[in-house]
């Protein structure tokens, strides 16, 4: 049957797809979709047959913690409203101790691990309409003592929970500029004949290393992954992955076609038989020591164990808190910057007004914000804004254009953020820079008196239209 060729619905590009020819079917990230305003486009698109796939992005079910039930209620419903063939997450995790990384990290591959995730996975399961694809991540960070290799790891996951895979070539090709991956051999070592679909996306090399960007071009080392992948085993479904800086219709065309060129060449050979086939994996898995071929029930000591460990490696990321033994020091300090940057991007789409009031202070104090304060857990990229906003007018630098924008009518939310704020700033032992309380008020009584002579009878809303719409994971 011939290879469907899809593409990863975004707003931005909506009526893109729907006049883009021989779109069999697209991706949409799950909580970015609000059941009760589904877009238009993807009704259109479900009215000509276009299958939709949900994309999880925040159940982190490599954490430390049991899956969410409103988050995989939000993701069962999502699948039940777009009448979804399959739902898809990662094997990631994005929060640990309280803090939200705002992207997808990697878990340790031991033993004890993969008990942990195939418990979350079996959970996920269990509260799913439709079957759920797991989908390889894409690593700056490697953790230390490594027992499985990604390849092993998911086997493991499949064989024991029946869980679908969403092979990512392009993250394929980023372990292999990263850490040194063949991804031949990793190809031959999965379990292909459980892969639901494909992801094709583009990067950029920085420094000798690779970020999955989603944001850039699809290249030929990245399509030459697609290309093993397809020799050994043809995909049911293969999609293109653009979330940022899209192009024009032309070329996101001339890359859907790219990709339909290797997964239905003119004269298709027979895709031929992976080294590493089912046969000879369970031969390896009946030579394993008993304790391995086990499954086991992760206890509470366990999980416990695993919070500790990713809540160490989320606060060195997103807090400057010392690097935890074993991790490279300069790859923590990049994926760090990486972090940073990600929610400086989101939060300037989300309130483009911060650009204009700060001009070129902006990115440097955003930056240097957010490498120590981490991304609250809840509300996306709203709340961190509002964060961001609740530090400049902290420490009284906070432009007339944005105080207009989130002070007057200070609602509910500015007061927790602030209360928040000052019990971080106590954790932390204080700010040597920061004014002390004194200061900081007469501070805010001499703003406050000039607001009000420079607004007049001005008011504003305290949630404006673009900061209360869709939310950003």
Request: charged fraction near 25%; charge should be negative.
């Amino acid at each position: 049957m011939r290879t469907a060729v899809g593409i990863g619905w975004r707003s931005e590009i909506d009526l893109t797809i729907e006049r883009l020819d021989g779109v069999d079917f697209v991706e949409v990230v799950a909580e970015n979709i609000c059941l009760d305003h589904v877009p238009e486009s993807l009704r259109v698109l479900r009215a000509r047959g276009v299958e939709v796939i949900p994309h999880g992005v925040g159940l982190g079910l490599a954490g430390a913690d049991r899956p969410d039930p409103v988050r995989l209620a939000h993701l069962a419903a999502v699948a039940t409203a777009l009448d979804s063939p399959l739902v898809s997450e990662h094997l990631a995790f994005v929060r640990a101790g309280g803090m939200e990384a705002g992207h997808l990290l990697p878990g340790p591959r031991t033993w004890d691990a993969l008990d942990l995730v195939a418990e979350n996975v079996r959970i996920a399961q269990d509260l799913l309409p439709v079957p759920l694809a797991l989908e390889n991540p894409a690593t700056l960070l490697a953790w230390p003592d490594d027992e499985l290799s990604q390849s092993e790891f998911l086997t493991e996951l499949v064989e024991r929970t029946g869980v679908r895979l969403l092979v990512d070539v392009a993250n394929l090709h980023t372990e292999r500029v990263n850490h040194a991956l063949d991804p031949a051999k990793a190809l031959a070592a999965l379990p292909l004949e459980a892969v639901a679909y494909v992801h094709v996306a583009g990067g950029l090399e920085v420094d000798g290393l690779w970020h999955d960007t989603h944001a850039h071009p699809v290249t030929a080392p990245v399509l030459e992954v697609l290309d093993m992948l397809c020799a050994l085993h043809r995909p049911p479904r293969i999609l293109l992955e653009r979330d940022a800086n899209f192009p024009s219709t032309a070329e996101l065309a001339a890359e859907l076609s790219a990709i339909r060129t290797i997964a239905d060449p003119p004269a298709a050979p027979a895709p031929t038989k992976g080294a590493d086939d089912a046969d000879t994996r369970r031969a390896r898995r009946a030579a394993r020591p008993e304790a391995e071929a086990v499954f086991r029930e992760p206890t509470e000591e366990h999980r416990e164990s695993a919070a500790r460990q990713q809540t160490a490696l989320l606060a060195a990321l997103l807090t400057g808190a010392p690097v935890p033994p074993g991790f490279d020091p300069e790859r923590v300090r990049v994926q760090a910057g990486a972090l940073a940057a990600k929610r400086r991007d989101s939060a300037l789409r989300a309130v483009p007004e911060l650009a204009s009031a700060l001009g070129d202070r902006w990115p440097r104090e955003f930056m240097a914000w957010a490498m120590t304060h981490p991304k609250p857990v809840e509300g996306g990229t709203r709340a961190d804004v509002h964060a961001f906003a609740a530090h400049l007018w902290e420490g009284d630098a906070l432009p007339q254009a944005l105080a207009q924008m989130f002070v007057p009518r200070k609602p509910s939310w500015w007061s927790r953020l602030r209360t928040s704020a000052s019990r971080s700033s106590a954790h932390r032992g204080g700010d040597p820079h920061r004014k002390q309380p004194e200061e900081a008020g007469k501070a805010r009584k001499a703003r406050k008196a000039r607001d009000a002579g420079d607004a007049g009878e001005v008011r504003t809303k305290s949630h404006p239209k673009h900061l209360t719409g869709r939310r950003t994971p």
